[in-house]
């Protein structure tokens, strides 16, 4: 019995523990449930009385996006190539104005508002949502935002901004290239399964054309949010808390700003365009088309007269004729047919063709630009005098597949990964492409059109300028235009040996050697006379009709177009250039002097020395260079790293 009673003993105290211990938990529960309404209810009571209290009155707290700031653009030497500016600027919400015409007269005796605008205002506010914001004034004083924002709290639904719009401080020299910013349409917005929220917010920019629109995303950024008080009027009265959001990725370009300036001014006057290539690693370092235009005014807002002046312009400023312009490539094409038949073994470097003037084919005669013909020529000799009539036998003998691999493995019928607007393809023609486009079969004359880059061939600058870039390398580079995100390298891309002969790319550098320096080149006038930046090149002129007279004779749009590649030095290449001037009539007279000029300084780092030039030109080049209007490279700093 004893033994019982002391296990009963134990029994209960045992559950007297466990029910002690229960309780301690559950009191411990309701202190934590109690302790916790109570510091919500003084947090509740403390610190957010102010934001109930508005509530009580009628007042509301809304969220606002706050924009990021774009993405900087930079050339290759940190030198700013697009950036932003301070921007003050006046919104209106429909929902949170009481009589939008009211309010939008008073804002009227603020700032200056004609009365189309205000009548295109109306118009917007009435189709927009009634919760989207709409600009009604930007780029104001800050006198006429300080008399807005005085006035703030008497305009319901009126807001005065600050924000950035974007700047281009090197206007005409990056526009085709750098593109431009604009405010976002409704088409932009249709082409958008999921938009941005930010896109919604007045006046916001996007980027229209080349790496601005092209590189859109890394630029935009992420929004920010405030929170901000609005009254029962609809009047916001202060600021509650804010968000920053993240500013756009800075970029950073290939481009060299002095040589892009140098390039864009020695085109001058001329419908033309030039690429200037990295032969090493595929740098773009400059890519200009000419004319060009101011994008400022893009961002601003173009006049209709302004821009109905590009638009009837002859010499098409808005076109970007190095990635989108598409011409038959002419005599510089002649190295590709040549590498074609040298790879193919249907013609040795040292054996001959003859050239009497002109070849017939199916009773048709192909003519030699040099009538009386240029005898006998060998394979480099054949580039050095460009001799038609080489290539027109050559060419039946390899095939125009051949000739086509060729132009591609040289980067022509490529369309090369750049973020540009509208990089085009260009062509190099097959039989089966032929039969595809028109269901015709290929003939015998189209593979001689083809063999001296005329007929169905087609090439932009920046093609020529890679092509020229291979043959002088050896390898299979391609172009490249971003260098670093935020600062962080974009690894360049290998580039293996081309599939192509020792011989046959020592022929094709051969031949461009002599067309320069050789006593019989067709760019003889162009040589460069200092001995370590001996260039070699290959002119072209390129037909736009099918009758052949005098250049001189008819008017300028049906002229023929010039164009020359080349690449420099010759023993250890380190630039490549292509260049076109439209209707410049030949290669030689028209696109030679210039390339030549942009090769040397890209050689030179800046002006080209005259000591560069053979002696009896010398005077006549200094007297060109001190006519062109070129930035002073003391002002071109590089600027500090911020992002606003």
């Not at 707290?61 to 940190?78: F, H, M, S, T």
């Not at 038949?341 to 003519?367: Q, W």
């Amino acid at each position: 019995m004893k033994g019982l009673r002391r296990r009963n003993t134990a029994a209960t105290q045992a559950s007297r523990t466990t029910i002690t211990r229960r309780g301690l938990m559950l009191g411990a529960a309701q202190a934590a449930i109690v302790a916790t309404l109570g510091l919500r209810m003084r947090h509740m009571q403390l610190d957010q009385a102010d934001e109930y209290r508005m509530l009580a009155e009628g007042n509301s707290v809304k969220i606002r996006l706050i924009p990021p700031a774009r993405g900087l653009i930079y050339d290759r030497n940190g030198v700013l190539l697009a950036g932003n500016e301070q921007n003050y600027r006046v919104t209106m919400t429909r929902e949170d104005a009481d009589d939008v015409e009211q309010e939008l007269a008073d804002l009227r005796r603020l700032i200056p508002i004609t009365d189309d605008e205000a009548e295109e205002l109306l118009d917007e506010l009435k189709r927009r949502p009634p919760n989207a914001p709409i600009t009604l004034a930007d780029r104001l004083s800050w006198e006429e935002f300080s008399r807005v924002a005085v006035n703030a709290p008497a305009l319901a639904g009126v807001t005065p901004e600050v924000g950035l719009s974007r700047f281009y401080p090197h206007g005409p020299d990056f526009a085709h290239v750098i593109g431009y910013v604009g405010p976002v349409s409704d088409y932009d917005l249709s082409k958008l399964e999921n938009p941005d929220p930010l896109l919604r917010i007045p006046r916001f920019q996007l980027g229209k054309s080349g790496v601005e629109a092209k590189l859109e995303d890394d630029l935009r950024g992420k929004a920010g949010q405030r929170r901000v008080e609005v009254n029962s009027a609809g009047r916001e009265m202060r600021e509650l808390g804010r968000r920053e959001g993240d500013p756009g990725t800075a970029l950073q370009l290939t481009l060299d700003t002095r040589l892009q300036n140098f390039a864009l001014a020695r085109l001058g006057e001329e419908s033309a365009a030039a690429v200037v290539m990295d032969v090493t690693n595929g740098d773009v370092l400059a890519i200009s088309s000419a004319p060009s235009f101011d994008p400022n005014l893009f961002v601003r807002g173009i006049s209709s007269a302004d821009y109905k002046a590009l638009m009837e312009d002859d010499h098409r400023p808005l076109a970007d004729k190095t990635v989108q312009g598409l011409y038959p490539p002419g005599s510089t094409f002649k190295m590709v047919t040549l590498m074609a038949a040298l790879e193919a073994g249907v013609i040795g470097p040292e054996e001959t063709v003859r050239c009497p003037g002109y070849v017939e084919y199916g009773g048709r005669r192909f003519n030699c630009w040099k009538r009386a013909g240029h005898g006998r020529v060998n394979a480099w000799q054949s580039l050095e005098q460009s001799c038609d009539v080489y290539f027109y036998e050559v060419s039946q003998k390899v095939g125009i597949e051949a000739i086509s691999a060729m132009a591609r493995k040289l980067g022509i019928g490529v369309r090369h990964d750049l973020p540009m607007s509208a990089v085009a393809e260009g062509n190099a023609p097959t039989k089966e492409w032929k039969a595809a486009r028109y269901g015709k079969d290929w003939l015998v004359g189209d593979t001689i059109n083809a063999s001296i880059g005329q007929g169905y061939v087609l090439a932009s600058p920046l093609q020529l300028a890679v092509m020229a870039s291979r043959i002088a390398s050896g390898r299979a580079v391609k172009p490249r235009l971003l260098r670093a995100r935020d600062g962080i390298e974009v690894p360049v891309e290998d580039a293996p040996e081309l599939d192509v002969k020792d011989t046959s790319l020592a022929m094709a550098r051969k031949g461009m050697w002599a067309v320069v320096n050789g006593s019989h080149g067709t760019a003889g006038r162009s040589k460069i006379a200092a001995a370590e930046w001996t260039m070699a090149g290959k002119t072209g002129t390129s037909q736009v009709r099918s009758t052949v007279v005098n250049n001189n004779s008819v008017p300028w749009e049906q002229r023929d177009h010039a164009l020359f590649v080349c690449f420099a030095p010759v023993d250890n290449p380190k630039y490549a250039v292509s260049l076109i001037v439209e209707h410049g009539g030949g290669g030689s007279t028209a696109a030679a002097p210039i390339a030549r000029d942009i090769m040397l300084f890209a050689l030179a780092g800046g002006l080209p020395p005259l000591a560069a030039y053979p002696s009896s030109q010398r005077e006549q080049a200094r007297r060109r260079l001190d006519d062109l209007d070129l930035i002073d490279p003391e002002t071109i700093a590089p600027p500090t790293r911020s992002r606003a």
